[in-house]
């Protein structure tokens, strides 16, 4: 027993240094939402309401990843949900209104600090982990597109993406589409690299590898407490933009796109950020398990181990 215990540590001490750790501490509160402080910059939410009204810590109510906290009964984090409501228009530096998106995202950040953790979590190989479970009491409505997870440079691309849901067309199609329950991971130009279906009562584990030089992209993913394992190899990402340029705020959240309004004018009907429809309902994602990680020592994969970075 002690030795497998030491092992253990031994085996923890050589894990990956961490960039960023957004896994939500119990000592996280809602004055630190509120006010940007901790890990966690609230801003771009709906412009009426505080953070706490879009953002909750659930302290020892609900189990966080077993990834990541093994022994439920002491878990290392508290989950965070993040939810949107017909009030959850956000609006770019007092511009004009973001109408046809309804959106909480929670950015990366040290007590309101973007901007100096970019280049740490955006150089090298680095790692972005993240851990999702449905609300079932807030359901996402599977006709609209989501975007979940993603970076975003100035020229508001995204390096990757989680998607979820029907992708936004003009004009609508048959909604909802096929596999729009499932998680896709997208690269740069939106190519699908990976889907698992977004089952209920599950955690669903992404840890996605970012080589910054090279510009490629990999995936591991598991569920619940299972390791995580590689479901891709190394992709090229080159239409992603080299240097400062391609590097960007990491955003998790609910970003829920609009249906086209055949009432709109034809310019209008393809401009989802600002026009479209929306119904107004509350709906939420629970996370938890957010990280970056450098990969010196490999891609932590949960029990204390690591993989090789995928090659
Ligand atoms: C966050 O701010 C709002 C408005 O000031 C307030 O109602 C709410 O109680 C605050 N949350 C906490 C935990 O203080
Ligand atoms: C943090 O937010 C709370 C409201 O939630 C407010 O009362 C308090 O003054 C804020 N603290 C700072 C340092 O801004
Ligand atoms: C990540 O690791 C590389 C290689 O050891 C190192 O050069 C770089 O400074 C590290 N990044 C951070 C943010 O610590
Ligand atoms: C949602 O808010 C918009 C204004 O932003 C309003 O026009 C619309 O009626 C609201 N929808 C619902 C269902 O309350
Ligand atoms: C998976 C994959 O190969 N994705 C893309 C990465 O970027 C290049 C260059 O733009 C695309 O051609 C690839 O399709």
Known sequence: ???????????????????????????????????????????????TEDATHYTTLHGHSLAPTPLWNKFSVFPSEQVV????????????????????????????ANDGDHADLIPLMEQGTTVFHFSIKKDDKRPLNYNHEYQIV???????????GIQLGSPFTNPTGPLPVKNAHSFKVLDHALNVLFMAPFTSEDWHNFAIQVDWNARTLAVFYSTEGQLL???????????????????????????????????????????????????????????SGVFVENVTKGVSIGNGRTHAVIA
């Open 1 to 47: 027993m002690l030795w497998t215990s030491l092992l253990g540590l031994l085996t923890l001490a050589a894990a990956s240094p961490l960039i960023w750790d957004g896994r939500a501490p119990f000592t996280l509160d809602g004055d630190d939402l509120n006010n940007s402080t901790g890990p966690y910059l609230t801003v771009v939410k709906g412009a």
């Open 81 to 108: 949900s993040v939810s949107i409501d017909n009030s959850s228009v956000f609006i770019p530096g007092g511009s004009t209104p973001q109408n046809g998106f309804r959106r909480t995202d929670i950015i990366a």
């Open 150 to 160: 993603f970076i975003e440079p100035n020229d508001g691309t995204h390096v990757f």
């Open 229 to 287: 394992k590689p479901v891709t190899k190394v992709l090229p990402n080159l239409s992603a933009t080299a240097g400062a340029d391609g590097q960007g705020d990491f955003h998790f959240g609910v970003l829920k796109l609009p249906l086209v309004n055949p009432a709109d004018t034809p310019a209008n009907q393809g401009d989802v950020v600002h026009f479209g429809i929306q119904e107004g309902t509350t709906e939420a994602l629970f996370y």
